[in-house]
């Protein structure tokens, strides 16, 4: 599935994939939001939880160029 087809699911069908075909990596706290990062293939993708609404607020790609990439380098060694 390419990157476009992804993005292009809806984010019950994103959340299905992920849990189902994913591997979880790790979670990270982020302001309001616990990031879950998970492994789907080749691709790195976090799922943006906010617990005060207590809904998924988005999935997408890993962006390697983002300050958040601290922390998850904290706690894990990524392939990058």
Known sequence: MSREDFR???LHKKIHLL???GTFIVGIRYYTHKVNLYLLGQE???VFYNHKL???DNIDFL????????FY???IQLPL
Not at 63 to 70: A, D, E, V
């Open 19 to 21: 849990y189902t075909e």
């Open 73 to 75: 380098l904290d706690q």
């Open 44 to 46: 790195y993708i976090e």
């Open 54 to 56: 207590d809904k998924i």
């Open 63 to 70: 962006n390697t160029g983002h300050s958040r990439m601290k």
């Open 8 to 10: 292009n699911l809806p």
